[in-house]
């Protein structure tokens, strides 16, 4: 079945940068568009940006512009989310989730597993 | 920005029909999903495009959208269903979600 396993938890200090993996399965890596959302403690869900594995083109978030980087291996078909100059408030839960639409902005199904990203002095 | 409204919270009867409301501005010429999320686990689609339910999904889960109002429907609910639910839609090729609503079957 269709499955995506991230990479484990990090902790940073602030103004560091952190980067999650992301590596699929079940499914054909270039297939689909890589979504990223992340979900900070106790709160809703917040959608960041994506990325065409096929291309290597993304899409992000006008919140995140600037300091988000999303790119792909295509051979090992792993797809990452690089976050720079963290602060405290960018201590969340990171997810990946394959867009099962078309042109990155269809439906996220299925979600990986997160990974808590804590930003902490 | 593109705002969608959710109600805190719902709270249902064992058996009996949860009804949760996502309200935006002309929602229904929007595609709308939902998503399931139970605590400590990662969120769970259970309908997407408006209705449409994805292959393991109970049928008790329905999905409806139209003018500025999307809901999302468990019929029979069950204690298993106890969960956080977000509504989600595109505007200007941006995901945007409901702040969520917590449904507690008791």
């Known amino acids: 079945q269709v499955q995506l396993v991230q990479s484990g938890a990090e902790v940073r200090k602030p103004g560091a940068s952190v980067k999650v993996s992301c590596q699929p399965s079940?499914?054909?890596?270039?297939?689909?568009?890589m979504q990223w959302l992340r979900q900070a403690p106790g709160q809703g869900l917040e959608w960041i940006g994506w990325?065409?594995?096929?291309?290597?083109?993304?899409h992000y978030s006008q919140k995140f512009r600037g300091r988000v980087t999303m790119t792909r291996d295509t051979a090992t078909s792993t797809a990452y989310m690089e976050l720079s100059r963290l602060q405290s408030n960018d201590t969340a839960v990171y997810f990946c989730?394959?867009?099962?639409?078309?042109?990155?902005?269809?439906?996220?199904?299925?979600w990986g597993q997160g990974t808590l990203v804590t930003v902490s002095s | 920005s593109y705002d969608l409204a959710q109600p805190p919270s719902v709270s249902v009867s064992p058996g009996q029909t949860a009804s949760i409301t996502c309200s935006g501005n002309e929602l229904g010429s929007r595609y709308v999903s939902w998503y399931q999320q139970k605590p400590g686990q990662s969120p769970v689609l259970v309908i997407y495009r408006d209705n449409k339910r994805p292959s393991g999904v109970p049928e008790r889960f329905s999905g409806s959208n139209s003018g500025n109002t999307a809901a999302l429907t468990i019929s029979g609910t069950q204690t298993m269903d106890e969960a956080d639910y977000y509504c989600q839609a595109w505007d200007r090729r941006t995901a945007v979600f409901g702040s969520g609503t917590k449904v507690t079957v008791l």
């Open positions: 990325i065409n594995p096929n291309s290597g083109g993304t």
């Open positions: 989730a394959r867009d099962a639409g078309f042109g990155g902005e269809g439906w996220f199904d299925p």
């Open positions: 079940g499914y054909s890596f270039s297939a689909n568009y």
